[in-house]
Nanobody
Framework: VQLQASGGGLVQAGGSLRLSCAAS????????MGWFRQAPGKEREFVAA????????SYADSVKGRFTISRDYAKNTVYLQMNSLKPEDTAVYYC????????????????WGQGTLVTVSS
């Protein structure tokens, strides 16, 4: 199983980025997908997740209204659209997959991508 995250980069505050995570999961629709982030010196934290069917999403309070998670079953890909970015959004962003329902704890996820760095300048 491989999760390949991409789309990170350097952006000014107020700007936008879209992260992608391509999953080599045989039954993509069996997995809830999540995005997490880890800033230097901090623990990995939940950002957003989407259910197996795509009908349910969940967001951290810090990104609610600015970030949108979505998934494309034809491409086995999950996206994180990030708008109105703030310097405090700077982190390495990871995608993850788990069998079953959405959960927010990193330890509940079975598979992880390698991470993509997002840097937001002020």
């Amino acid at each position: 199983v491989q999760l390949q995250a991409s789309g990170g980069g350097l952006v000014q505050a107020g700007g936008s980025l879209r992260l992608s995570c391509a999953a080599s999961l045989r039954t993509f629709s069996s997995y809830a997908m999540g995005w997490f982030r880890q800033a230097p010196g901090k623990e990995r934290e939940f950002v957003a997740a989407i259910s197996r069917s795509g009908s349910t999403t969940s967001y951290a309070d810090s990104v609610k209204g600015r970030f949108t998670i979505s998934r494309d079953y034809a491409k086995n890909t999950v996206y994180l659209q990030m708008n109105s970015l703030k310097p405090e959004d700077t982190a390495v962003y990871y995608c993850a997959a788990r069998v079953g329902r959405i959960l927010k704890a990193p330890g509940e996820y079975d598979y992880w991508g390698q991470g993509t760095l997002v840097t937001v300048s002020s």
